[in-house]
């Protein structure tokens, strides 16, 4: 497979060409290949050269109707699927989705830009990353909603690596005429793996990939996905990304997106195939020492810390005297992120640490679940509405401001908009937060 960016920057750093042009390092050092939308280099947001041959490249890795790069990571490709979806609504209507509750507060910043609202789906599964949702809860939802919703928004994986059953779900939203809307930020690598489980391949009308987050790809390289049937939508893909987007995007981050076409293109997939092994080997072995581990991603390890008999945090700080750095802890999950590019001293060093460890009796401490909140007023008019700080103790019946959240996971515990009740105290203090912002002067807001 061809690298129109890579050769482009390639040939322009070797030609001696004076740069008269941003940006201000000039191509010195390790910056050679850094360049802004020069003659040759296309536009990201109104690409017709390089880039979108390059994009051409990944739609059909990925096998879309179009694939488009992010330089600014899956929270520009959210905010642009959410404006594409609305942009479908009755005229005169505002927009309209039924959410997954554990979504990144991309998704909120996202409906507050279209001044949206949200039908929440909550589940039994407690911890705030976690929300199990159905083909019979996507039933639900869309038949709950005052009208047919813009959008049905999961997240799948999620952070504790889950992944929901989007085949039965997209064929819910295909029949109500609803396009399923995917948050794949952990899963751009299921498109490659012996059986494709990407969402898009799995009947999803548009997700977003998080390519960096588990692709060889720099921090900030994602792309949008829009799936064939949902062809409709890519005529205002590039306006949608364009309205939330730098214009000066990371030519270092397209060089990488394109540079991993034609490693996709080119692996034979054996690297990989044999991380997947290792996950699955290392969740067995867990098991029998009696290590929980939960979820079902293939190149995700999240132990189970209260049922394996520790704090998360504890289990965190134990890997790190081994020399491992996990991806995420709290105190009740510990998760590890696996693929092909760790090395064999990597995957070898997991192992021993796994081996040195043994389960306890499990702590009996039940997860707490994410507070159903009531509206006080909409995402919108709370994010920018007039806010102050509080400690927690102080925050009852106060309307949240900005979602409250710690990155990552980057999944509000409240949203924009929610009144604080007890439930909501008590996560904060579960998950350390000791202070909330809330709305100025919402207690007169709420006497009316």
């Given at each position: 497979?061809n690298?129109?960016i890579?050769?482009?920057?390639?040939?322009?750093?070797?030609?001696?060409?004076?740069?008269?042009?941003?940006?201000?390092?000039?191509?010195?050092?390790?910056y050679?290949?850094?360049?802004t939308?020069?003659?040759?280099?296309?536009?990201?947001?109104?690409?017709?050269?390089i880039?979108?041959?390059?994009?051409?490249?990944?739609?059909?890795?990925f096998?879309?109707?179009?694939?488009?790069?992010?330089a600014?990571?899956?929270?520009?490709?959210?905010?642009?699927m959410?404006?594409l979806?609305?942009s479908?609504r009755?005229?005169?209507?505002?927009?309209l989705?039924?959410?997954?509750?554990?979504?990144?507060?991309?998704?909120?910043?996202?409906?507050?830009?279209l001044?949206?609202?949200?039908?929440?789906?909550?589940?039994?599964?407690?911890?705030?990353?976690?929300?199990?949702?159905?083909?019979?809860?996507a039933?639900?939802a869309?038949k709950?909603?005052?009208?047919?919703?813009?959008?049905?928004?999961?997240t799948?994986?999620?952070?504790?690596?889950?992944?929901?059953?989007?085949?039965?779900?997209?064929?819910?939203?295909?029949?109500?005429g609803?396009?399923?809307?995917?948050?794949?930020?952990?899963?751009?690598?299921?498109?490659f793996?012996?059986?494709?489980i990407?969402?898009?391949?799995?009947?999803?009308?548009m997700?977003?990939d998080?390519?960096?987050?588990?692709?060889?790809?720099?921090?900030g390289g994602?792309y949008?996905?829009?799936?064939k049937?949902?062809?409709?939508?890519?005529?205002?893909?590039?306006?949608?990304?364009?309205?939330?987007a730098?214009?000066?995007?990371?030519?270092?981050?397209?060089?990488s997106?394109d540079?991993?076409?034609?490693?996709l293109?080119?692996?034979?997939?054996k690297?990989?195939?044999?991380?997947?092994?290792?996950?699955?080997?290392?969740?067995?072995?867990?098991?029998?020492?009696?290590?929980?581990?939960?979820g079902?991603?293939?190149?995700?390890i999240?132990?189970?810390a209260?049922?394996?008999?520790?704090?998360g945090?504890?289990?965190?700080?134990y890997?790190?005297?081994?020399?491992?750095e996990?991806?995420?802890?709290?105190r009740?999950?510990?998760?590890?992120?696996?693929?092909?590019?760790?090395?064999?001293r990597?995957?070898?060093?997991?192992?021993k640490?796994?081996?040195?460890?043994?389960?306890?009796?499990?702590?009996?401490?039940?997860?707490?679940?994410?507070?159903?909140?009531l509206?006080?007023?909409?995402?919108?008019?709370?994010?920018?509405?007039?806010s102050?700080?509080?400690?927690?103790?102080l925050?009852?019946?106060?309307?949240s401001a900005?979602?409250?959240?710690?990155?990552?996971?980057?999944?509000?515990i409240?949203?924009?908009?929610e009144?604080?009740?007890?439930?909501c105290?008590?996560?904060?203090?579960?998950?350390g937060?000791t202070?909330?912002?809330v709305?100025?002067?919402?207690n007169?807001?709420?006497?009316?």
């Amino acid at each position: 497979m061809n690298t129109p960016i890579v050769d482009f920057l390639h040939s322009y750093a070797e030609s001696g060409t004076a740069r008269m042009h941003m940006p201000g390092h000039k191509g010195s050092g390790e910056y050679s290949f850094d360049i802004t939308e020069i003659k040759g280099a296309d536009e990201l947001y109104s690409a017709k050269g390089i880039i979108a041959e390059s994009e051409n490249n990944a739609s059909s890795l990925f096998g879309t109707a179009h694939s488009y790069y992010s330089a600014e990571g899956s929270t520009l490709a959210i905010k642009a699927m959410l404006t594409l979806a609305a942009s479908q609504r009755p005229q005169g209507e505002r927009p309209l989705f039924a959410a997954a509750r554990n979504v990144h507060k991309a998704f909120v910043y996202g409906v507050a830009m279209l001044d949206g609202d949200v039908e929440w789906l909550y589940s039994k599964d407690g911890h705030i990353c976690k929300c199990t949702v159905t083909a019979e809860d996507a039933e639900n939802a869309i038949k709950k909603c005052r009208r047919k919703p813009d959008g049905l928004y999961i997240t799948s994986p999620d952070y504790l690596g889950n992944i929901a059953d989007i085949k039965g779900i997209a064929e819910v939203c295909d029949r109500h005429g609803v396009p399923l809307l995917v948050d794949n930020a952990h899963g751009a690598y299921l498109a490659f793996l012996e059986e494709n489980i990407h969402p898009i391949s799995l009947g999803a009308s548009m997700c977003t990939d998080s390519a960096h987050k588990t692709l060889p790809v720099l921090t900030g390289g994602a792309y949008l996905h829009i799936a064939k049937k949902a062809e409709h939508f890519c005529g205002r893909a590039r306006s949608a990304l364009a309205m939330y987007a730098s214009t000066s995007p990371s030519y270092l981050i397209l060089r990488s997106l394109d540079a991993c076409n034609r490693y996709l293109a080119e692996s034979d997939g054996k690297r990989r195939n044999l991380a997947v092994k290792c996950v699955k080997n290392a969740r067995e072995k867990l098991a029998k020492k009696h290590i929980v581990t939960e979820g079902d991603e293939p190149l995700k390890i999240v132990i189970n810390a209260c049922a394996s008999g520790y704090d998360g945090n504890e289990l965190a700080e134990y890997f790190r005297n081994m020399g491992i750095e996990p991806e995420f802890c709290d105190r009740d999950f510990t998760v590890f992120m696996v693929n092909e590019f760790n090395s064999d001293r990597e995957l070898d060093l997991l192992s021993k640490a796994f081996e040195c460890l043994e389960g306890r009796t499990p702590i009996n401490r039940p997860f707490v679940r994410t507070p159903k909140g009531l509206v006080g007023m909409s995402i919108r008019e709370a994010l920018f509405a007039p806010s102050e700080t509080v400690d927690i103790e102080l925050a009852e019946g106060r309307i949240s401001a900005q979602p409250t959240v710690s990155c990552p996971p980057a999944v509000p515990i409240v949203i924009s908009g929610e009144i604080i009740d007890k439930e909501c105290i008590k996560a904060f203090a579960h998950y350390g937060l000791t202070q909330v912002d809330v709305v100025k002067n919402d207690n007169l807001r709420l006497q009316k």
